[in-house]
């Protein structure tokens, strides 16, 4: 079993940043590919971004340019670095893993394990 954690959510203002981190205890999140979904209110969940073992990453059209995924393997980690936030950005982002080395929009087919979630809201 993966527990995932995230964190980093909060509030800032039309144009900031944000870095959101998810992380884990026990098993190592290296074999993973791991992503981050979001969730806003009335909304359905959403693909946002997606990294493999391998390291190839990629984005969701709608944050192409602002949003960055990475891994730090060593510290067992995933970041989701979020700048030029806009307010249709705000919504609960939840990190992902899947034991497939996948490349491409995942979808909740694809998950095997999800986080909790942490709430990014932006203000205009």
């Known amino acids: 079993q993966v527990q995932l954690v995230e964190s980093g959510g909060g509030l800032v203002q039309a144009g900031g940043s944000l870095r959101l981190s998810c992380t884990t205890s026990?098993?190592?999140?290296?074999?993973?590919?791991m992503a981050w979904f979001r969730q806003a209110p009335g909304n359905e969940r959403e693909f946002v971004a997606m990294?493999?073992?391998?390291?190839?990453?990629l984005t969701t059209n709608s944050v192409k340019g602002r949003f960055t995924i990475s891994r730090d393997n060593a510290k067992n980690t995933v970041f989701l670095q979020m700048n030029s936030l806009k307010p249709e950005d705000t919504a609960v982002y939840a990190c992902?893993?899947?034991?497939?080395?996948?490349?491409?929009?995942?979808?909740?087919?694809?998950?095997?394990?999800w986080g909790q979630g942490t709430q990014v809201t932006v203000s205009s």
């Open positions: 992902a893993a899947t034991q497939v080395n996948y490349y491409g929009n995942l979808t909740s087919y694809h998950i095997d394990y």
């Open positions: 026990g098993r190592t999140l290296s074999g993973y590919t």
């Open positions: 990294i493999n073992r391998s390291g190839q990453t």
